[in-house]
C-alpha cells in the first residue's frame, strides 16, 4: 500500500503560478494529478511515469502546467502558471506501482491508478 501526501495548494491571482507537491510512502511506477469540481467528473491534469519520465497532459493545461519528478525522493510535483479562474477545485495526486498499458487512453483513466491523495485546494481568483 503506497500512501500519498500532497501539499503547496492554496491562493493565487488569476496569472500567477502555484506548486503542487506529491510524496508516495513507495516506488511507484507512474504518478499523476487529476482535479475534480463538486458536481463535475474527475479531470485528467497531467502524469509522468518513472521509467522514462514520459509526460502526459490534459487539454485545458497543456502549455502551462508541466508535471515532473523525482525518483530519489517518490515525489512528483505540478507547476502551475498562467493559471486561471477556472483552474479552481480540489486537485488530487494518483499512483500506481504499474504501467500496464502504454497509452495516452490509459494515462488519462482515473480507473489506471490504485492510489490517490486527500487532496489539496487550489483557488485561483480574477
Known amino acids: 500500500q503506497v500512501q500519498l501526501v500532497e501539499s503547496g495548494g492554496g491562493s493565487v491571482q488569476a496569472g500567477g503560478s502555484l506548486r503542487l507537491s506529491c510524496a508516495a510512502s513507495?516506488?511507484?511506477?507512474?504518478m499523476g494529478w487529476f482535479r475534480q469540481a463538486p458536481g463535475k467528473e474527475r479531470e485528467f491534469v497531467a502524469a509522468v511515469t518513472s521509467s522514462a519520465g514520459s509526460t502526459f497532459y490534459g487539454d485545458s493545461v497543456k502549455g502551462r502546467f508541466t508535471i515532473s519528478r523525482d525518483n530519489a525522493k517518490n515525489t512528483v510535483y505540478l507547476q502551475m502558471t498562467s493559471l486561471k479562474p477556472e483552474d479552481t477545485t480540489v486537485y488530487y495526486c494518483?499512483?500506481?506501482?504499474?504501467?500496464?498499458?502504454?497509452?495516452?487512453?490509459?494515462?488519462?483513466?482515473?480507473?489506471?491508478?490504485?492510489?490517490w491523495g486527500q487532496g489539496t485546494q487550489v483557488t485561483v481568483s480574477s
Open positions: 494518483a499512483a500506481d506501482d504499474r504501467v500496464r498499458v502504454f497509452s495516452n487512453s490509459y494515462f488519462r483513466s482515473p480507473t489506471s491508478y490504485d492510489y
Open positions: 513507495g516506488r511507484t511506477a507512474m
